[in-house]
């Protein structure tokens, strides 16, 4: 292989496809003697090829030149064919004007960024030219002469995505999200830094407002309603607008709304439901439930007025989801959800130990006080459906051949990830709960509606434990992963995002690869940087919570409920900060760390996806996810 730098010469060549060179033409020699005839001869081919700026050969663009013979004569080069090789390299900037840096232009930093803004305007025209998806390996542009013909184009890649999932990293605020991405970075070798999570890759991003229709900083309730209905609602209620009084039953009717899923489910897609949280929590039961109160996880839960008023617990609506939407739309015929994989198994059994799990924590699992068993129930509807409470039926799921699924893996959460390996009977991770449901889902033509919740992401912050939510988005971000190589950027949207954030910040000024849970340690300097009270302090803090907990090896974040707070500064000297019990100081004492009001981001790829940029409301995500799956439209389609 040779290298070249651009020179006259080079430029010459590479206006070329094949050359030979005259001299001067000589007298005629004698007539020679005929000889006898051969056979054909091999076609000689040479081929260009262009080089982008960053390419590994030619950083700064240029033209790779293969010839070869054409063995099998059909016109083309084939790499088995090639025999020789070469670059003509456009050379790094030596010269510039008194406005440029030097420095500037030859800095791999620099060349690299140039090469990002590249590729984003190809993903750019390539997401928006109406012949692909959103994808970071565009190859074509198009071009719009008028406002109309805009319109049009972009009117043509309604309905373009078969299968939408959306994630949802619970409390993943940015910082959450930057210090994940560097702690994985350095788990895996890196200084971190420059770590990028599985969405991190995604072409299109934006921010998300995640205030309630009455509060400033939200809560999951709210938020995740907002997103599946496309409607912001008050704090607390799920699946209801506004108008809502919470904790009155009486208000609910005339004030539900549809889901996202209700309508993939209306148009014939399959639908599932995954959350390392009790599947009855805020976040998922906004995919399926209308409830006066988020905390009506079962009847247990109810007041006695909202249960004679004739209202329903969050997890018989889950199990009665099929029967409920059915009632609500005349003539509809739906099959249900597909799958459902979480925590919660206490909301749908009975106060009774005859009817405890082989693995049950509790003397009594069961929370249930009308005596039913909803998990029998849900058995006795779908036949010809599983249900899984362990580790080992999970492994046992025929994705092929099962219709659906209902896994209640714990009888409250899920474990932390950091904690999974001590769970009684054994838990699937979230990566792998995402890839059967995928596998399940997809069996249906028609394609599918996924929601995918990292719940526990929102417990280890409250507990103040940023060990355990950093391992939590860390394991979000492979199930992202999963979903990404399981689908095609052609037909499957992806959006991933969180429904707030959190009180946790990332301070001092650590120098370049500092470990993330470690204590500060300045640039230029060994030893760790000390506050005006003389003592160490960590990167990473908590503006309020339980405060201060040195456990140890201890895995479970909510260990740290064990004790009240203590919060203010401790002399953290002796203190190993990135064990898995270590929880970091605060500064206001509250029995639980809280929410923050700040904007969270949005990652998406695929068809649709470029809508997702600039600041939006939170409820844009659920008009996306329209715009790109056709629901609406589709869903009054099937009930015509």
Request: hydrophobic share 40%; charged share 20%.
């Amino acid at each position: 292989m040779n290298l070249f730098k651009l020179s006259i010469i080079a430029v010459a060549v590479a206006g070329l496809s094949a050359c030979s060179l005259e001299g001067d033409d000589g007298n005629d020699g004698a007539p020679g003697v005929d000889g006898v005839d051969g056979q054909n001869g091999l076609t000689s081919l040479t081929v260009q090829t262009e080089l982008a700026v960053g390419d590994a050969n030619c950083p700064n663009s240029g033209v790779r030149i293969d010839s070869g013979l054409d063995a099998d004569a059909d016109g083309t080069l084939a790499d088995s064919e090639i025999t020789s090789t070469s670059y003509v390299c456009v050379p790094g900037v030596n010269s510039v004007s008194s406005s440029e840096l030097l420095t500037s232009l030859n800095n791999e930093w620099f060349v690299a960024a140039q090469t990002e803004v590249e590729n984003n305007k190809a993903v750019w025209m390539n997401a928006t030219s109406g012949e692909s998806a959103a994808s970071s390996n565009a190859a074509f542009t198009a071009t719009v002469n008028s406002r109309e013909e805009l319109d049009a184009m972009v009117a043509n890649l309604r309905g373009k995505a078969k299968n939408v999932i959306l994630f949802v990293g619970d409390g993943m605020g940015v910082s959450t999200v930057t210090a994940a991405r560097i702690l994985d970075g350095q788990m895996n070798g890196l200084a971190g830094e420059e770590n990028q999570l599985s969405f991190d890759k995604f072409p299109f991003s934006g921010l998300s407002k995640t205030y309630n229709v009455d509060a400033q900083t939200p809560d999951s309730a709210g938020t995740m309603t907002a997103m599946m209905s496309g409607i912001k609602t008050d704090v607390g209620v799920i699946g209801v607008d506004e108008d809502i009084e919470r904790g009155d039953c009486s208000t609910v009717a005339g004030n539900e709304l549809v889901t996202a899923l209700e309508l993939a489910e209306i148009a014939g897609k399959s639908t599932g439901i995954i959350s390392t949280a009790r599947i009855t929590h805020a976040t998922p039961a906004a995919t399926y439930a209308k409830s006066a109160d988020r905390n009506w996880e079962d009847i247990s839960d109810m007041p006695e007025a909202a249960v004679t008023a004739g209202c329903s617990d969050i997890a018989d609506q889950l199990i009665n989801f099929e029967a409920n939407l059915e009632a609500n739309f005349e003539g509809l015929d739906v099959d249900g959800i597909e799958v459902v994989m979480g925590g919660g198994r206490r909301h749908f059994l009975p106060r009774d130990e005859a009817f405890n799990s082989p693995d049950a924590a509790s003397s009594i699992e069961g929370d249930r006080t009308d005596g039913r068993d909803l998990t029998a129930e849900w058995q006795t509807m779908y036949e010809n459906g599983v249900y899984i409470f362990d580790q080992s039926g999970f492994d046992g799921l025929d994705t092929e051949t099962t219709e659906k699924v209902f896994a209640l893996f714990n009888e409250s959460h899920m474990q932390y990830e950091a904690d999974r390996s001590n769970d009684i009977a054994g838990e699937p991770s979230i990566a792998e709960m995402t890839s059967a449901a995928i596998k399940v889902l997809d069996n249906n033509e028609k394609g599918f509606f996924l929601m995918v919740e990292s719940g526990r992401i929102d417990h280890a912050h409250h507990a103040g434990n940023a060990y355990g939510a950093l391992h939590d988005t860390i394991a979000f971000a492979e199930a992202v992963d999963a979903a990404d190589k399981l689908t095609d950027d052609e037909d499957t949207l992806i959006i991933v995002t969180a429904d707030h954030g959190h009180v946790f910040t990332m301070a001092g000024y650590p120098k370049r690869g500092n470990p993330i849970l470690g204590k500060v340690v300045n640039v230029g300097s060994d030893e760790a940087a000390t506050a005006a009270d003389g003592t160490p302090y960590t990167t990473l803090g908590y503006t309020n919570g339980l405060g201060f907990r040195n456990l140890g090896d201890v895995t479970n974040s909510d260990a740290s409920y064990l004790a009240g707070p203590d919060t203010g500064r401790k002399d953290i000297t002796d203190v190993d900060t990135t064990t898995p019990g270590y929880h970091q100081e605060a500064l206001i004492p509250l029995s639980s760390e809280t929410h923050s009001g700040e904007d969270v981001g949005i990652y998406a790829k695929g068809p649709g996806a470029f809508l997702v940029n600039g600041t939006n409301e939170q409820s844009v995500i659920f008009h996306v996810m329209d715009f790109a799956g056709d629901f609406v439209s589709q869903a009054e389609s099937a009930m015509e």
